[in-house]
Nanobody, 123 residues
Framework: QVQLVESGGGLVQPGGSLRLSCAASGSIFSINGMGWYRQAPWKQREVVATITSGGSTNYADSVKGRFTISRDNAKNTVYLQMNSLKPADTAVYYC?????????????????WGQGTQVAVSS
């Protein structure tokens, strides 16, 4: 079984910073793209940032210049450094990873999601 475990959420004042981490574990053969998504109350889940296995990144317009996504392939971990946080960034943040895992029948590829971590930006 493959698991994604997130950490680093919390309550922060506007203008503050947080760093989210998401570690993948289990019978992993390889990981392709990884990313962070968020869902605010009463809104649909939206992409925040993605990163390929080669390190190419993409960001939502709303976070460009404030958030930085990175990954450590040796640790199967993706990070999201969030600076200059705004109340509008308040949401549950989910990590996502495209993982090929070992199974009894060989290998299987699918997307995996973390359980989510709450980020609240408020004074």
């Amino acid at each position: 079984q493959v698991q994604l475990v997130e950490s680093g959420g919390g309550l922060v004042q506007p203008g503050g910073s947080l760093r989210l981490s998401c570690a993948a574990s289990g019978s992993i053969f390889s990981i392709n793209g990884m990313g962070w998504y968020r869902q605010a109350p009463w809104k649909q889940r939206e992409v925040v940032a993605t990163i390929t296995s080669g390190g190419s990144t993409n960001y939502a317009d709303s976070v460009k210049g404030r958030f930085t996504i990175s990954r450590d392939n040796a640790k199967n971990t993706v990070y999201l450094q969030m600076n200059s946080l705004k109340p509008a960034d308040t949401a549950v943040y989910y990590c996502n990873a495209e993982i090929t895992s070992w199974t009894t029948g060989g290998r299987a590829y699918r997307e995996h999601w973390g359980q989510g971590t709450q980020v609240a930006v408020s004074s």
